[in-house]
């Protein structure tokens, strides 16, 4: 009950003293309806009232007032109609319950104070909260009413600012102490139901607390600062010396360290990830969508500190494509997509500006009535691209999003990118495919042990990397013919130019298929393709099958610096 | 995204001049609108499942018939009936609750909770329309468990329900939804810290077997006296704190960061 008290006069005497005024008006009138209707929660309310007189601060609490006087009728009414027995009260004299009473409640309202002010975890705190619940309140509704005292306030001072956290650490003690006294005249009838009464009071009061809290004063609530709102801006992403600690396969034991992370990107810009499995970039894109929170250093997106709660609206403005797809395998995808526009506040998927169109172009137009559960891998990712599109998302985060994507489909997916980003829309994308990154990103980011080791265009990205390509050669030829080639590719391995030549396919006795992989791809290639024309084979495909980091990364020790 | 703004800002000004209450009402309908869309999602999840559906409708009729017709033959008191009235509400709801725990579970097995987060759903809506349907279905298995009992007793032995009954009904009705509540917040508790199908399945075994053994201490209270007043204070005092409190429990559990923090 002290906690909406004193948050919700933090927030008036802070920013409406004219508002304190009207409730102090309205908890004099209260007191004085109170105190005429029933001794008890008279008592009970005029302690209280003392209390705010001591303090101007607390006086404002009329809401809490109002429950533990209510607490007082409710006693009354139990007791006058026989269901409050008095032989249910402690076998102690008054004096020894009420210092009891005093003591317990001032070291419960201390707690509070410390509490809060080393900002216990939410659930630890309401896990001893709930500790006399679960012993069927062992100790009769005494301890419970100060251990949800205890939870009462962590919830309500995490909202406060410094001021009024210091203030904290005067006010429990004073007001445990009249608490106490209170107690003493409100278990005098005996502990009856009573005790539960007050139980009841007091969750009602988290409750009231909770619509209190939420309320965002600029002044008091640091948490809720208007900053936190998504404003216009130009920089999508601003990330300087970000560390994240995340936990291991869920563990709480194995927790592992990402950063320093410095990024920053603008309206319309597109940067990919790249680096190999396990360098962080999955994390990368957890955290910019705002799934992990940073532990240190400074994540804003789209202006909104990343570290503490970021708003609804925020979320309105990121579209995110996970490694996971997370679909209901039961719904239909109709069902599904309609689902997520309700969520992001659309009535029906035809409100969404040209979805149908997108639906068209993924294919997906034809599948509604079809159950996720039947769909392929490759249709389901478009679902999933579908999905994070509805709110037209200012910031796309897509992570390995063309795995299992046909040409057709990845080729409409890099138009359609393109588009999102003449648009204005940001694109942060991980990805293994070096073309991929080509084709889609602006810059591209080399991560490795959590950090991102350099950020270059596309063009300049590819003379930094001296990785290894792996390549894909076609020919028309007859096996004899291969098995030429093939020795040839072999001849430049000896020479070691080339690495690992192979003859993968053999289709149908005319198509022939060659892998070989080579780190020089601009001096290598050229040479391979006279090679084979000179043995008068027909080379009518040459293409990249893979772009390997492990060179490049080796580079970079674990603390992002180049070994020399 | 402007809307929203200017909603914030509205809500700012609207502070700064003192009507705290003013623009709530907005938000409640907001939040009032999202729990439904979860809750039909869940329900219509739950509709599909055909063969839990089935051994639940089975569980709520064959128990009730074989205990109603049971008890008939061995000629119970009409006082004695509370108990299994009880028995009878509680084991539905021990049975129907337990899924609020599966709910979640599955949730983080299929990985769909971190599509849901990133939508503007506050973490309040998602934990109420998940759990509100179990405590619905759970309360009206219960009811309909109960009045089968009652059915089935009261044609077999052809005995008229009796006065004092009727109070053990209304016991048996605020109890069931209170532990209704309680079992879907114990259900999120322990659902939230739990991460494959397997430990899924062993934890809602030794939930029901703690329910059952809470069952049955709350059979011997009113093997006590079944109907005395000492039992119904403590048991209607109690038991709804016991089902706010762990409901309230789950629900601050139900956090973004706590639960992605255990996804990956």
């Known amino acids: 009950m ?23 008006v309205f908890e004099a009138v209260l007191l004085g309806v109170l105190c005429s209707l029933t001794q008890t929660g008279g008592t009970i309310a005029l302690v209280q009232g003392g209390l705010g007189a001591l303090d101007r601060l607390s006086s404002v609490g009329a809401g809490a007032i109002g429950l533990t006087a209510l607490s ?17 009260g402690l076998r102690t004299s008054p004096v020894a319950r009420s210092v009891a009473f005093g003591l317990g409640f001032g070291a419960a309202q201390f707690l509070n104070a410390s509490f809060a002010l080393v900002s216990v975890p939410r659930p630890i705190a309401l896990t001893l909260l709930s500790v006399p619940l679960t012993v069927r309140i062992s100790f009769k ?9 205890v939870g009462l306030s962590v919830l309500a001072t995490r909202a406060l600012n410094a001021r009024a956290k210091r203030l904290l650490v005067l006010i429990p003690l004073c007001h445990g102490a009249l608490n106490g006294i209170a107690l003493r005249v409100f278990f005098e009838a005996g502990f009856g139901p009573a005790s539960y009464v007050i139980l009841v009071a007091a969750l009602a009061s988290i409750i009231a607390a909770l619509p209190v809290a ?27 010396e970000v560390m ?13 360290w990402l950063g320093p992370l410095n990024l920053q990107i603008g309206l319309g810009e597109s940067v990919a990830l790249v680096g190999p499995n396990g360098a962080g970039k999955t994390t990368i894109l957890r955290l910019l969508a705002g799934l992990l929170p940073p532990s240190r250093g400074e994540l804003r997106v789209f202006g909104t500190d990343m570290a503490g709660r970021h708003s609804d609206e925020l979320r309105k403005l990121i579209g995110y494509v996970p490694d996971e797809d997370g679909l209901y395998p039961k719904m239909q995808v109709g069902k599904y997509l309609e689902f997520f526009t309700h969520l992001y506040g659309y009535n029906s998927l035809q409100e969404v500006d040209e979805f149908d169109k997108l639906l068209d172009s993924l294919g997906l137009k034809k599948l509604l009535e079809a159950r996720i559960d039947s769909l392929s891998k490759g249709t389901r990712q478009k679902l999933v691209l579908a999905r994070a599109l509805i709110p037209r998302p200012k910031l796309l985060l897509l992570d390995e999003p063309t795995t299992a994507l046909d040409l057709p489909s990845m080729l409409e997916f890099f138009q359609y990118i393109a588009r999102l980003k003449r648009a204005g829309c940001a694109v942060v994308l991980s ?3 070096f073309e991929e990154a080509r084709q889609l990103a602006d810059r591209i980011a080399l991560v490795h042990a959590g950090r991102i080791v350099w950020e270059l265009p596309p063009a300049e990205a590819e003379q930094a990397i001296s990785g290894r390509w792996t390549f894909r050669l ?17 001849k430049l391995a000896r020479q070691g130019i080339l690495e690992d030549p192979v003859l993968s396919v053999s289709n149908d006795g005319q198509m022939q298929e060659l892998l070989f992989a080579t780190r020089q791809p601009i001096t290598t290639n050229p040479r391979i393709l006279q090679a084979m024309i000179d043995l008068g084979l027909e080379p009518y495909l040459l293409a990249p099958v893979l772009r390997q980091w492990s060179n490049e990364v080796e580079r970079f020790d674990d603390s992002g610096k180049r070994v020399p | 995204m402007i809307a929203g703004s200017e909603f914030r800002e509205a809500t700012f000004e609207r502070t700064r001049n003192g009507s705290l209450t003013d623009g709530l009402f907005d938000e409640m309908a907001r939040i009032v609108r999202d729990i439904l869309i979860v809750v039909k999602r869940e329900l219509s999840d739950f509709s599909k499942e055909r063969a839990v559906l089935a051994a639940d409708a089975f569980s709520a009729v064959a128990l009730p018939l074989y205990l109603g017709r049971l008890a008939a033959s061995v000629h119970l008191a009409p006082a004695r009936v509370s108990i299994w009235v009880l028995m009878i509400a509680l084991a539905q709801v021990f049975i129907v609750s337990t899924s609020a725990l599966q709910a979640l579970a599955l949730e983080r097995e299929h990985r769909t909770l971190a599509p849901l987060l990133m939508t503007p759903l506050s973490e309040r809506a998602i934990f109420l329309g998940k759990t509100l349907p179990t405590v619905a279905i759970a309360v009206f298995q219960g009811v309909f468990s109960v009045t089968l009992f009652l059915c089935a007793t009261h044609f077999s032995a052809h005995w008229p329900v009796a006065l004092a009954d009727w109070g053990s009904i209304a016991l048996a009705i605020a109890l069931t939804v209170s532990t209704a509540f309680q079992c879907a917040g114990w259900g999120v508790v322990v659902g939230s810290l739990i991460r494959s199908s397997r430990a899924t399945g062993l934890a809602v075994t030794l939930l029901s077997l703690a329910f059952s053994a809470f069952a049955a201490n709350l059979g011997l209270w009113a093997l006590a006296d079944p109907l005395g007043r000492e039992f119904r204070l403590e048991v209607i005092l109690t038991q709804p704190a016991l089902g706010l409190g762990m409901f309230l429990l789950a629900a601050s559990m139900y956090r973004r960061t ?6 990956w």
């Open chain 1, 474 to 490: 076609r020919l028309v030829a007859n096996a004899t013919q291969a098995a030429q080639a093939l020795e040839v590719l072999q």
């Open chain 1, 431 to 433: 990805t293994h495919d």
């Open chain 2, 258 to 263: 706590t639960l992605l923090a255990r996804i």
């Open chain 1, 72 to 88: 007082g009728i409710l006693a009354e009414i139990f007791r006058l109609i026989g269901l409050g027995s008095s032989s249910r």
């Open chain 1, 244 to 256: 994240c600690s995340y936990s291991v396969g869920g563990s709480w034991s194995q927790r592992t």
């Open chain 1, 2 to 24: 002290l906690d909406a008290r004193i948050v919700l006069a933090a927030q008036l005497s802070v920013s409406n003293k004219k508002s304190a005024r009207h409730i102090d």
């Open chain 1, 141 to 149: 509704g005494v301890m419970t009413s100060a251990l949800l005292e």
């Open chain 1, 214 to 240: 939420r309320v965002e004063s600029p002044t008091v609530n640091a948490e809720f600062s208007p900053s936190r709102i998504p404003k216009p801006s130009n920089e999508a992403v601003m990330a300087r």
